[in-house]
């Protein structure tokens, strides 16, 4: 039994649900995300809370259930206080600047890579070197990050590449001489 799928859903001061079938819309200072509910869970409002309940007993179900009243939460936090990411370039020569709805990375290739930054992802760069990702829906700030990491993963011998501010590289021995 899905322990995530029990919990209600707290909507915080200044954010509205409304429910219209099996569509959630929630709008907050932010601004305003929607979710369509799998058909077999059922999703009521108690005065400032959600609350999903399955409506049928089965393995698909049982494994939307707890995905579901993640996505509801996320949509609440996104609304309310929004997602970030943060990213760092390391290496010589490596940096980023954004010109209008294009994020333009120098990452050690012989051109720099354009990006466009979609609707609703705002990315601000510090000192060259530094991007920083945030908007509202979580499933987009970090599939954009994740597509920037990917110009250049970090590599193990000599640590160079775009990493997220908390990542971990593990570095390697290189060649040694005997």
């Known amino acids: 039994m899905s322990r995530i799928g029990k ?77 970030k990411k943060d990213l760092q370039m390391v290496g010589v020569g490596y940096r980023s600047q954004v010109q209008g709805k294009t994020l333009i990375v120098s990452a050690g290739y012989s051109n720099p890579r354009e990006v466009a930054i979609p609707e609703g992802i ?20 970090g599939q954009f990050a994740a597509n920037i990491r990917a110009i250049r993963k970090p590599e193990p011998y000599l640590g160079k590449g775009i990493r997220y501010v908390d990542e971990y590289v593990r570095r390697k021995e290189g060649k040694t001489a005997k």
């Open 7 to 83: 919990q209600p859903v707290v909507l915080p001061e200044g954010v509205s649900a409304t429910i219209n079938g099996q569509s959630v819309e929630v709008k907050g200072p932010k601004g305003t995300l929607s979710y369509d509910v799998h058909e077999s869970i059922a999703i009521k409002q108690d005065g400032n809370t959600l609350v999903l309940e399955k409506k049928e007993e089965s393995n698909l179900v049982q494994a939307l259930f707890g995905t579901s009243r993640a996505r509801v939460q996320n949509l609440v936090t996104g609304v309310s206080e929004g997602y």
């Open 122 to 141: 705002e990315v601000t760069v510090e000192k060259n070197t530094n991007l920083s990702v945030s908007g509202i829906d979580k499933q987009k700030v």
